[in-house]
C-alpha cells in the first residue's frame, strides 16, 4: 500500500540557510499534519492543512511557512535556520480533517541538521 | 490543553515476557493511536483506538473513554519490539494529535 513520501530524508544545513522539505501524503487523503521531533523528545505538532487551507496552528516559529498544494502534497519553508531547528521533521496524513475517523499515518521523516 | 501521560518511561524485559504500557489523558478525546518508533525513527503504526479493544497478533490494546486511559499490551515480546510506544491523542475536530513521553521499551535476548 501507498505510504506517505517525504523528502529529502536527509539534510545538512549552515546556520542562516533556509531549506524546504515536501510531502507527498497518501493517495485520497487530503489532510496533511507537520510534527517536529527533537532529540529524545515526543513529536509536537506545527501545523495542519486540510484541502488546502490551513486547519491548524502549533508551536511553528515564525521563520518557518507551510502550505498545501491542489495536488495536496505539501511543503515546509524553514528560513534563518537555528542550531535548535535540528531534529526529525514528520509529515502525516488522514483521509479527513474534519470527520471523527482521522487516523493519521506518519511519513519516514526527514531528519534536518543544522551546523 | 490536553495533557498525555505514559508510564512506565522505561521498561527492560527479557525475551518471550509480557508488558502492559499505560496512557492517560487530561480530557475526553475523540482519536486515540499507539504508535512504535522504531530505532531508524520510524513511526508505524499500531492501534486506531478511541474507544474498544483491538488486537493484532502479538499486540492488543484497550481504551477505556470514560476513564481517559488506555493500555497497550505486548505479549511473548521479541527483541525486535525494543524502541519507542508512544501513545497520541487527538480532542481539538482539527486533527492534531498530542503525544505522550513515550515508553521506551528494551527487550534483551
Known amino acids: 500500500a501507498a505510504g506517505v513520501i517525504q523528502s529529502p530524508r536527509h539534510l545538512i544545513k549552515e546556520k542562516r540557510e533556509t531549506a524546504t522539505l515536501k510531502c507527498y501524503p497518501i493517495p485520497r487523503h487530503d489532510t496533511v499534519y507537520w510534527y517536529q521531533q527533537g532529540p529524545g523528545q515526543d513529536p509536537q505538532f506545527l501545523i495542519s492543512?486540510?484541502?488546502?487551507?490551513?486547519?491548524d496552528k502549533g508551536s511553528i516559529p515564525d521563520r518557518f511557512s507551510a502550505q498545501q498544494f491542489s495536488d495536496y502534497h505539501s511543503e515546509l519553508n524553514m528560513s534563518s535556520l537555528e542550531l535548535g531547528d535540528s531534529a526529525l521533521y514528520f509529515c502525516a496524513s488522514s483521509p479527513t480533517g474534519t470527520s471523527t475517523n482521522n487516523e493519521q499515518f506518519f511519513g519516514p521523516g526527514t531528519r534536518l541538521t543544522v551546523l | 490543553g490536553i495533557q498525555v501521560e505514559q508510564s512506565p518511561p522505561d521498561l527492560i524485559l527479557q525475551e518471550g515476557a509480557n508488558s502492559t504500557l499505560r496512557c492517560n489523558f487530561s480530557?475526553?478525546?475523540?482519536?486515540l493511536q499507539w504508535f512504535h518508533q522504531n530505532p531508524w525513527g520510524q513511526l508505524i503504526n499500531l492501534f486506531y483506538?478511541?474507544?474498544g479493544t483491538k488486537q493484532n497478533g502479538r499486540l492488543s490494546a484497550t481504551t477505556v473513554a470514560t476513564e481517559r486511559y488506555s493500555l497497550l499490551y505486548i505479549s511473548s515480546s521479541q527483541t525486535t519490539d525494543s524502541g519507542v510506544y508512544f501513545c497520541a491523542v487527538e480532542n481539538t475536530n482539527a486533527g492534531k494529535s498530542t503525544f505522550g513521553d513515550g515508553t521506551t521499551l528494551t527487550v534483551k535476548p
Open positions: 492543512f486540510y484541502e488546502k487551507m490551513q486547519s
Open positions: 480530557d475526553s478525546v475523540n482519536n
Open positions: 483506538i478511541p474507544s
